[in-house]
Structures are given as C-alpha cells and as structure tokens.
C-alpha cells in the first residue's frame, strides 16, 4: 500500500523560512514531486527528486532521502503569494503518482 | 501555445443526467489522468491512460468511465449523476521523457 503523510497546515511569517515535511511509504519508489496549488486552482510542478540530497530552484529547495523515506520542501524568503497548499506526490511504479493530503501554509504580514 | 483543457470549469446538474467532462491536450503526451480531489483534500487517482485505446481504473474506485480514442482527448462520463459525485475533477498529462504531470485548471460539478 501507500502512505505518505505531511502537516495538515502551516503558519509563517513574510520573508522568513518554512519547511513542509514529508514521510512516505510506498511498495516502490521511482522518485518525489512536489506541486503547489492556490485555492480553487489546479497543482503546478515546483520539484522533482529522483536522487538522494538537495535540489535548489531560486527561493525553492527540496530534499530526499530514500533510506528514510522523508523529503523536505524549504521555501525562503516568503512572500504573500506563496500562500498556498503544497503537495508531496511520490511516483511509486510506472507514471502514476499518489499524492499526500497537502500541507496549508499561510503567510502573514 | 502546448497547453491542457478542461470544459466545463463549473457545471451544475441534476441528479440522474449523464454528464461528459471534457479535457484536451496540445502537447502530444502519450499519458493522461483524472483525479478527484474534494475541496481541503487529497487527489485521489480516478483513470488514466497511457495511450490511444488504453485505459485502466485508478486507486479510487469510481461510477465515471473514460475513453481514449485520440491521444489529445480523453473523456470522463457520468452515465446517472448523483449528489456524491459532487467535487473537483482534475486532468491531467505526461510525456514519457518526463515524469512531471501537468494539470488542467479542472472542473468543479455540482450534483443537486
């Protein structure tokens, strides 16, 4: 079966770090995305991890470790608009993904 | 401009009418799926397909049917709408160098 599970919401500050946690447990593991989606809008691609380390994208970076099962996504520098539910999806066989129930961040003034 | 669609974006309907939920890519992926995500929660995987006249039910199990005929379009149908079907239908396609789905801006069914 699968399991992936991340905190259900979030709060953090304009211009601070947050990092959004992610644990999974799949038969099978072929790599882990992360998507971010705005409220009542569809999930868009911020990161792929196939490989174990850190994969840096401008204010986003995200992390995998297969041994353990755990990938995290940091972003920096926070601004208003990445108010938003973040996804961890993880490609277990073939092209399908199964997503977690998404984390909530609200940032605030 | 390669791109994924979805119509309608919002339908409202009546129990028991059959209802087909369009969705069309110009990207040329051989992939494509359905979620259903209700508001707050996760995407469940509904259908997919990885090519023309190929289909498979996804890990949710669902009353809606899909088709392929053409790699472009990739149908969903409701044959007797009800109130639970009510949600957020996402599609979504895949190219086969890259694992990264995108995503349709979805379609959001209200059953009354």
């Known amino acids: 079966g699968q399991n992936i599970d991340q905190p259900t919401e979030m709060t953090a500050t304009e211009g601070a770090i947050v990092q959004i946690n992610c644990t999974y447990q799949?038969?099978?593991?072929?790599?882990l995305f992360w998507y971010q989606q705005h409220a009542g809008e569809a999930p868009t691609f911020l990161s792929y991890?196939?490989?174990?380390g850190l994969e840096e994208k401008g204010r986003f970076s995200s992390f995998l470790s297969r041994s353990k099962g755990y990938s995290y996504l940091l972003l920096k520098e926070l601004q208003m608009k990445d108010s938003a539910s973040y996804l961890c999806?993880?490609?277990?066989?073939?092209?399908?993904?199964?997503f977690g129930g998404g984390t909530r961040v609200l940032v605030k003034p | 401009e390669a791109d994924i669609y979805q119509t309608p974006r919002y339908l409202v309907i009546g129990t028991g009418k059959k209802i087909t939920l369009e969705c069309s890519q110009t990207?040329?992926?051989?992939?494509m799926y359905w979620y259903q995500q209700d508001p707050g929660m996760e995407l469940h995987l509904i259908h997919y397909?990885?090519?023309?006249?190929?289909?498979e039910k996804g890990d949710l199990s669902s009353e809606s049917t899909v088709s392929r005929i053409r790699t472009e379009h990739f149908p969903l149908t409701l044959e007797s709408a009800r109130p639970s079907h009510t949600s957020q239908y996402l599609c979504?396609?895949?190219?086969?160098?890259?694992?990264?789905?995108?995503f349709g801006p979805g379609t959001r069914l209200t059953v009354t």
């Open positions: 999806a993880v490609r277990a066989a073939g092209n399908k993904l199964t």
């Open positions: 991890n196939v490989l174990d």
């Open positions: 397909s990885y090519g023309v006249n190929s289909t």
């Open positions: 979504a396609s895949s190219a086969d160098s890259t694992y990264e789905q995108y």
């Open positions: 990207m040329g992926h051989d992939k």
């Open positions: 799949t038969s099978g593991f072929n790599g």
